[in-house]
């Protein structure tokens, strides 16, 4: 069982990059968090393969223009897809992060 986190502090407890540094995040599956400012995050992902191979190209990349201290945490994760889609869901129902359930192509960006 992966152990997720339900608060801002957990998912600062984490592994972290800043978002231009992302080629430096882990090849190996897991969760991930868009985080600004460490104060909100902002959107919850899983990759099954390899987190850094996820966010080379990510289609929330966008959302951190212009946004000072954007940073991905992660929190890497052995198991197959169902273990980590479980985790994600547990993540977003917790955390409550504005941009998911959105299309990337309707998203205005708008921090708290």
Do not use: K
């Not at 972290?16 to 430096?24: K, L």
């Not at 600004?36 to 995050?41: A, K, L, M, T, Y």
């Not at 992902?45 to 080379?56: D, E, F, K, P, V």
Request: proline share 8%; hydrophobic share 40%.
């Amino acid at each position: 069982m992966i152990e997720v986190p339900t608060t801002i502090e957990d998912v600062l407890a984490l592994g972290s990059v800043p978002i231009a540094e992302r080629a430096a995040l882990p090849d190996c599956p897991g969760v991930y968090f868009l985080v600004i400012d460490r104060e909100q995050v902002i959107y919850v992902g899983i990759s099954s393969t390899s987190i850094r191979s996820r966010w080379a190209g990510h289609h929330r990349l966008p959302l951190t223009e212009g946004c000072t201290r954007p940073e991905i945490f992660y929190l890497p994760c052995r198991g197959d897809w169902r273990v980590l889609r479980t985790a994600e869901t547990a993540a977003i129902q917790s955390l409550r992060p504005i941009y998911n359930g959105q299309p990337a192509y309707r998203i205005e960006r708008t921090f708290v």
